[in-house]
């Protein structure tokens, strides 16, 4: 893996080129395809191509995959084939960020993995043995993610502890594994809220041999899930800065998590690259149409369209007016409306593609921003999106689907 | 719609095989035209199970089914006529047919009562009493407006015998009546009757040639496909075939299975409509010549051949058996992957039905397929029979059904 910082404006962002393998490159800022169990949430490998046809790189969670690992220890193609998305790329990580990871289980010299049949645990050298299986592009190290804004001092101190003991073991294995000879190691940083411990993570990975990792993942911020969605700018900005400033520029930083985009925004006018379409897909999920704005105008706008509302029951309008995606240009908001009530599947999933749609124009906008050097309007316009106060982006759990779709398995059990 | 004087429905036969009742079609309805023999995958509540219109367009699907029960309680008929029909309300630009209502009345409610005026039933929703009558069945299609709507017709349960069949075949010609009355947009949307009479030929035969007096586009042959016996089954179809108009399309209700398909086609079946294929993804199982694949058998785990590697559909191209393995019943897109495929294999087998008809070389097709079909077991007695009525020998099995196995492909249905 290849990266090239293009530019890097002090107060708004950096853009650059990520090149993984002899793909085409991808720029950066740049948003990373969020998959459960492989596949882009709810959308065939067809219909995501109706979304977009450009390369992607793929963010593919041990927590929905795992149960793969034996098979694609026998896979001799790309990982990307095996999961029916030939030609992009691939990035493996420990934990889904669209849903909840457990608390606990933190016992010593194991990893808890949450999966679909319960917790499992990994040894550093178990978790090895299994990404050299999924042999993907791009992998993240071993850590201890299980903080928040409210994890004690001692929680944390211990996670920057074990992430480091977890570490010790990755670096060591990544280069007698020959799967993984063509794969990039991602060095994980953790420490919570606390400046300290960050500071020990990130001098823990910086003493490592030259060529040991080819970038950073930031993590202990949030536990995903929702809960990204609801974090305090005014909490998480100081320490993620505090972070970026002692990483050198020509590493990749990524940061997973459903971050609202007001928050994305200040991530990257900060110097984090890579994020993730998890929120996209909590909207999705909670059957909200992200609706806010990205181009300056001066009509009023709402962060979401709320599909489970029945007073668009008869609104045959778009989701999104001016929206070209595939849902907004075929379909209304009566019939995604109608789609809810029933429980039927292709709710969802016309709404993730015009979730996809929009947030991936929504990345395209930042990186046009920064090169224009406008990064602070944007910003501005996504906080406000012309009215008196910054938009609550946050996405809450929707009572009403959950109860009524019982999500994940509801929509595969609903008969006929 | 159109206003023009050209019928809403057009049908021609393009091929007959010269052996069996076998024929290739071409039907024209407003919104599309539908080669025949068909089969029609259904969209119960305005969607297909997962799949995107213009997946199924991809699949070169001609016409789907919607559920006039479920679409009547929601979205309901006040939004359906405000979005203009069903065709505008989901976005699905070819031809639509819709059922009556009265058979899932029959089939899903328990409170459900009959009688001359209707079927009387409770709301699933709040429990109040309606009543769906021949004219309420016709005034929800009309709202609707699929391209062919399905008189509201008298159902009992294919077991039933007695004189309550003979009450519901007459009471269903009584209500076809009604319903041609009650119509609004014949000029753009055809009624099909209702071909009833149980297992009894003597009373289908009085339906058919009552029904045949009505000035109609087309007929459905129903009361079929419920536990009867397949002795009777065919039967009651051959004989519906035999005295039906040649220059007008009939469709067998509820019927999906691949072998069915193929014998009901020698029968002299144009369409066909059956839940089986997508409700049978949701579980994990993908269709085959052979049958069915459950994936999630162990067996599949690490096979990384495609689910048919003659199979052109999408999910063939580009997923393993394996990741389906994985993914089947756990991730939601597993379910569109294999509705995909097994809409993919009904149209394909229609496809090469019709294809084969039009060579005159159907009854080997029949022979083929039936190969394929029954791998390493017999071939059922009243295939065998059903064919032979039609002039389509099979070969000897290798081996001899024994009883037991007779008895489980009798209620393999």
Known sequence: MKFVIKSISKNSGRLGQLRIKESQELATPLLMQTTKGGSIPYLTADAFEMVSNEQQLLQLTLSTMDQMAESLALWTRPLSDYVGLPGHNTVLMIRDPCETTPAGGNDRDVMPLFTRRGKESLTATQYMEMVAKFAPDVYQGLCDADTNPESTKKRVQKSVDRTERFMNECYALHGKEQRLANSTLLAPIVGGYNTFARTQSIKHAKEQPAGSYGGYILEGFHTNGLAATTLSAAQLLPIVEHCLQQLEDDKPRLMPGAFTPLLTLELIRRGVDVFDTSYAYCAAANYKALTFSYTKDAVQHAAFLDLTDDEIKEQFTPLLSGCTCLACSKHTRAYIHHLYKTHELLGPILLMIHNLHHYLGFFAAIRSSIAADQLPELIEHVRLQNTDAEIDYRIEANAKVISKAAMGKGFIAAAV | ?413
């Open chain 2, 1 to 413: 719609m159109s206003s023009s004087k050209i019928p809403p429905l057009t049908y021609k036969v393009v091929a007959e095989c010269s052996v069996s009742k076998a024929r290739a079609g071409l039907m024209t309805l407003r919104h599309s035209e539908v080669r025949t023999p068909v089969f029609m995958p259904v969209g119960t509540q305005g969607t297909l199970k997962g799949i995107l219109p213009d997946q199924l367009i991809e699949l070169d699907c001609q016409i789907l089914l919607g559920n006039t029960y479920h679409l009547g309680l929601r979205p309901g008929i006040e939004t359906l006529q405000k979005a203009g029909g069903l065709h505008n309300f989901m976005g699905w630009p070819r031809a639509i047919l819709t059922d009556s209502g009265g058979f899932q009345m029959v089939s899903l409610l328990q409170l459900a009562e009959i009688d001359e005026r209707g079927v009387n039933f409770r709301s699933p929703f709040d429990q109040s009493e309606c009543m769906l009558t021949p004219e309420h069945s016709m005034q929800i299609q009309n709202a609707i407006g699929a391209d062919i709507m399905m008189q509201l017709d008298d159902v009992v349960k294919t077991t039933t015998t007695g004189p309550r069949v003979e009450e519901a075949m007459e009471r269903t010609i009584r209500w076809v009546d009604r319903c041609i009355s009650a119509h609004a947009r014949n000029d753009d949307q055809s009624l099909f009757p209702i071909v009833q009479g149980g297992l009894d030929i003597p009373l289908r035969e009085r339906c058919v040639f009552a029904l045949m007096e009505r000035q109609v586009r087309g007929f459905a042959v129903g009361g079929l496909s419920g536990g009867e016996s397949k002795h009777d089954f065919w039967r009651m179809v051959d004989v519906c075939t035999d005295h039906l108009p040649k220059e007008k399309p009939r469709y067998l209700m509820g019927v999906g299975f691949a072998a069915d398909l193929v014998v009901c086609v020698a029968l002299g079946i144009d369409m066909f409509d059956c839940v089986f294929p997508t409700r049978t993804a949701r579980f994990g199982c993908a269709l085959v010549d052979g049958g069915q694949l459950n994936l999630k058998q162990q067996k599949y785990k690490n096979d990384m051949t495609p689910i048919d590697v003659d199979c052109g559909c999408n999910t063939c191209k580009r997923y393993t058996r394996s990741y389906l393995h994985h993914i089947a019943t756990n991730e939601n897109v597993s379910c569109s992957l294999l509705s995909i495929h097994n809409v993919a294999f009904q149209l394909r087998l229609m496809n090469s039905m019709r294809e084969a008809i039009q060579r005159d070389e159907f009854p080997q097709f029949v022979r083929d397929f039936m190969d394929r079909h029954f791998v390493g077991e017999p071939i059922p007695t009243w295939i065998r029979e059903a064919l032979a009525a039609v002039n389509i020998e099979l070969p000897e099995d290798a081996v001899q059904p024994t009883e037991e196995q007779e008895k489980r492909t009798e209620k393999s249905r």
